[in-house]
């Protein structure tokens, strides 16, 4: 379906849709940064281990990812207006019951269901927005989109700080709730609705089998840190993961309605569109992790003194991606994505070297730095995938887009928050011996994350609980040098990539089906 003609109230009313749209991603975006900025406040109250607290995110991210594709083609198939008003009913109800939870272990049940209602919602924004906005305001369409998310990485952390200082944590889950309703009810008169006029069958073996695919990797990545990379479970967990994928791209390759349409990556700007996208959240997201527990645990901020640090972050992605689009007119798609990539690689690199009290202002600067790279990256990035694709396939490339970015983010926290709990429990087991005169079980206990030792030490009176202290904090930024240069390196060599392989400009409508 093509995008709606310019003399239709749809047409008209295309900035007021994008108004509803953003507040509709606006609670997706609220909760993950809210959840990010509660982990120490949950670890301490729900007594969670840090491999709980990595499922806690990854738990939502991992469902999110496993039924994007099903998700968008759904809304391809039975009208992309129903598929987000019934995600967000979803995502609203479940998170009435993560707020209710009384431990890790059911918080993270709860996080999966606002996983499913998040899938439904964002791969149908994205596609409302290409059927709407025709392609020469689609670039500024998706900048504003991008912008008002990163309105939400501001808003989550201060909002989510002032509930959990003055209230409880469960008040950061219940604040989804008028948010939701909001969007629900200006959505029945602002959002048209549309569908794929040929839309394919669900494909639910490739569903079940990319879920599990992705489960078991997860599963392997995050337990890795705590069990030991040459655990059995581990091991065969990881195992399993690739042999489900290899079964799964098998699959898709010869389904008559395959979820994962691998023809679409034959087109270089789809394709490296959401290479750049997976990249990103690669590096960023995992890092993302690591600095929460370092502005609460290494400097000793609150979760409300966190959320306001962070506004440089947000403001710089509102900047970067609200300006991206007039300066991929002038400079091209590719030169502007691989200046964001190399900016982010070179402030991590500055990143890598902060120490247990490195001054805000320093830390303020780099934050403002990688969030306008970042937005430089993913508005164009995000077009260039739409812009590549028919208008009627617009919520499964939007899926598609999505569902790799959100699993990069899994593996990225998986992977860069395993290395961070990894060199942290080496460096603190080598330090802490020095330190002697600590019980076994206290060591053992604060030796899982700097979260565990810094309230295991603030239980511990006199010299022996600052020692404690002193040494998790200082292992802790072992941890973060090595995961500061992991991150730079991926977005070094996604600059590299992108550079060489990303088209500069959009191809004719004529070569990607559009009319």
Known sequence: MNAVARDTQEYRRRWWTLLVISVSVLIIVIDATIVNVALPTLQRELNTTGAELQWIINSYIMIFGALMLTTGALGDRLGRKYMLQAGIIVFGGASLGAAFATSGTGLIIWRIIMGIGGAM??????????NVFPRQERGRAIGAWAGMNAVGIALGPIVGGLLIENFTWNSIFLLNIPIAVVALLAGIFLIPNSRDPNPKRPDYPGTLLSAAGLAALVFGLVQGSSWGWT??????????????????????????????????????????GVGAVSLMAFGQVGITFGLTLYMQFVNGYTALETGLRFVPLALGIFLG????????????????????????????????????????????LMFFGVGFALGYVAAPATDAVMGALPEARAGIGSAMNTVCRMVA????????????????????TEAIAAVGGLPAPVVAAASDSVGAAIIVAQQIPGAAGEALARVARTSFMDGWLVMAFISCGINAAAGILTLIYMPQRHAPPDEIGID
């Open 121 to 130: 919602i964002l791969p149908a924004t994205l596609a409302i927005i290409t």
């Open 231 to 272: 655990h059995p479970a581990v091991i065969g967990s990881l195992a399993g993961a690739v042999a489900l994928v290899a079964v799964f791209l098998l699959w898709e390759r010869h389904s008559r309605h395959p979820m994962l349409e691998l023809d679409f990556f034959r087109r270089r700007r789809f394709s490296m």
């Open 321 to 364: 991606a609200g300006s991206a689009d007039r300066v991929v007119a002038r400079l091209g798609t590719k030169t502007v994505m691989s200046l964001g990539f190399i900016i982010n690689a070179a402030l991590l690199v500055l990143a890598a070297f902060w120490q247990t009290d490195t001054a805000y202002w320093q830390l303020g």
């Open 409 to 428: 983010g899994a593996i990225g926290v998986a992977v860069i928050g395993s290395i961070l709990g990894t060199v942290y429990s080496a460096s603190f």
